[in-house]
């Protein structure tokens, strides 16, 4: 009986070798895998409608007053329920410094951008024609986990680009996102960063970026329930800090 051939050493080293990179090649595909699986998409940038009954009553209610006045007018504000409050603790307020113009409220309380954007998709910008738009969007958006600063950042822009898009010829004032809870916080932090980043729209020219947030908080960085009674809405004290602040900006486009 034969012998059995020795096994040549160099065998051994390409075939250890070709499993070696078999086991490289298969963990590599795995984490592509799972990068793959975990790609988020920006729901910040996607419309879509609210689905409870209360924002959408109140949605209606701004396309139909889109409709209702077609046209030219002097300021749109847009915006979610910071800006819908113009309505109710800075009805006061609107009426001293805009009662004398014809200016269009536009904000829906709860409205994230993703739900300004499908607004916009659905007329609310239809047929009027704004000589300045003030835009203040973006805080329901940095609850929780639920939006990044990146993500947040990218669904304001887009809603300014939207804007420059549909009219042209309209002047656009960005706020920054006003501060929120009751003193220094994680998503304090947050907005800030997005306010750092919304500064850089501003073009001189047709866009204007306007952060008043350090006259809403107190010196040991707090916001006072005067302010702020539930460390999110404005009282009719916060609205006269607002429209005060917008002022020089508005007189400037509007004329006095």
Not at 15 to 36: C, D, E, P, R
Not at 47 to 71: C, I, M, S
Not at 103 to 124: A, S, Y
Not at 162 to 173: A, C, G, M, W
Request: aromatic share 6%; hydrophobic share 40%.
């Amino acid at each position: 009986m034969n012998a059995r051939s020795p096994i040549h050493p160099l065998f051994l080293v390409v075939v250890l070798l070709g499993g070696s990179l078999h086991a490289q090649t298969s963990a590599t595909q795995t984490a592509s895998t799972s990068v793959l699986a975990t790609v988020r998409t920006n729901i910040a940038l996607v419309p879509v409608p609210r689905p409870d009954e209360r924002a959408k009553a109140r949605t209606d209610v701004v396309l139909q007053r889109a409709k209702d006045n077609p046209g030219a007018c002097d300021v749109a504000f847009i915006g979610d329920s910071i800006t819908q409050g113009w309505e109710g603790a800075g009805k006061n307020v609107w009426q001293k410094f805009y009662g004398g113009r014809k200016c269009l409220n536009f904000g829906v309380g709860g409205d994230r951008t993703q739900h300004v954007l499908w607004r916009f998709e659905n007329g609310q910008l239809d047929g009027i024609k704004p000589k300045a738009v003030v835009l203040m969007i973006g805080t329901n958006n940095s609850n929780r986990d639920d939006n990044t600063e990146a993500e947040i950042l990218e669904g304001v822009q887009v809603i300014v680009q939207q804007i420059r898009e549909r009219l042209p010829e309209t002047k656009i004032l960005v706020m920054g996102i006003f501060p929120r809870g009751q003193t220094f916080s994680t998503q304090r932090g947050k907005i800030l960063q997005v306010n750092q980043a919304l500064a850089r729209l501003a073009d001189g020219r047709m866009i204007e970026y306007l952060d008043f947030g350090s006259q809403l908080i107190e010196a040991d960085g707090s916001i006072s329930k005067a302010v702020m009674p539930d460390f999110l809405h404005l009282s009719e004290r916060g609205y006269e800090i607002w429209a005060e602040a917008i002022a020089p900006t508005l007189n400037k486009w509007l004329g006095q």
